[in-house]
């Protein structure tokens, strides 16, 4: 079946720190990838995605591109802040019994410090 | 603000008690509810899968006579826990989709049953 593979955290970094969250995924057909944020206390947000191969997604100075040869999603953001500190989940969106379900990774805690 | 309520957000219970999870869509018409399950630093686990006013559709493994939903209103549905055992205790959250790109995770309710 369908799944989605991310780093383990946490991952720990000083502010302003180049960051990378590494996704792989196994899915049939063409899934549309996304990363979702989830801030202490609160839910899931969505934080960017693509729908098709080659597609870059970016928001609030984080980006993905959809790799098909290699059946990645790595999310990235170039300096971090302390408020960047949350859990990072990547998920694909397939189609099984009809709904569009949303298949998640392990999560990836990161720690920003000052 | 928030645009999926969540209640309660945290639930104590004991062993052998049932427990009812309120989702509710603030301002958008939820076609279809979805219910996941968390266990600590784990993914989210989709248990179920609703439409207003039809039976859900459970994920294998799920028992559907334990975990009972409702999806009486297009923004309302309830996870009822019923003789809830310390093996439930986890993080529920619910997923409103109004359709497209109108959805949101709710906030997250944490049960701990001793």
């Known amino acids: 079946g369908d799944s989605v593979t991310q780093m383990e955290g946490p991952v720990t970094l000083s502010e302003e720190a180049f960051l990378t969250i590494n996704c792989t995924y196994t899915?049939?057909?063409?899934?549309?990838l996304f990363w979702y944020v989830q801030y202490p206390g609160e839910g899931l947000q969505l934080l960017l995605k693509?729908?098709?191969?080659?597609d870059k997604g970016s928001n609030k100075g984080f980006e993905a591109t959809y790799r098909k040869e290699t059946t990645s999603f790595h999310l990235e953001k170039g300096s971090v802040q302390v408020s960047d500190s949350a859990v990072y989940f990547c998920?694909?969106?397939?189609?099984?019994?009809?709904?569009?379900?949303?298949?998640f990774g392990a999560g990836t805690r990161l720690a920003v410090h000052p | 603000g928030a645009v999926v309520s969540q209640h309660p957000s945290r639930v104590i219970c004991k062993s052998g008690t049932s427990v009812k999870i309120e989702c509710r869509s603030l301002?958008?018409?939820?076609?279809?509810m979805f219910w996941y399950r968390q266990f600590p630093k784990q993914s989210l686990m989709l248990m179920a899968t609703?439409?207003?006013?039809?039976?859900?559709?459970?994920e294998q493994g799920v028992e559907k006579d334990k975990f009972l939903i409702n999806h009486a209103s297009l923004t309302l549905s309830t996870l009822t826990v019923t003789s809830a055992h310390p093996e439930d205790s986890s993080f529920y959250i619910c997923?409103?989709?109004?359709?497209?790109?109108?959805?949101?995770f709710g906030p997250g309710t944490r049960l701990l049953v001793l």
């Open positions: 998920a694909l969106r397939g189609v099984s019994g009809g709904y569009n379900k949303l298949i």
């Open positions: 899915a049939t057909g063409y899934p549309s």
């Open positions: 693509a729908t098709k191969a080659d």
């Open positions: 301002d958008f018409q939820a076609t279809t």
């Open positions: 609703s439409n207003e006013g039809s039976k859900a559709t459970y």
């Open positions: 997923r409103a989709d109004g359709g497209g790109e109108t959805q949101y």
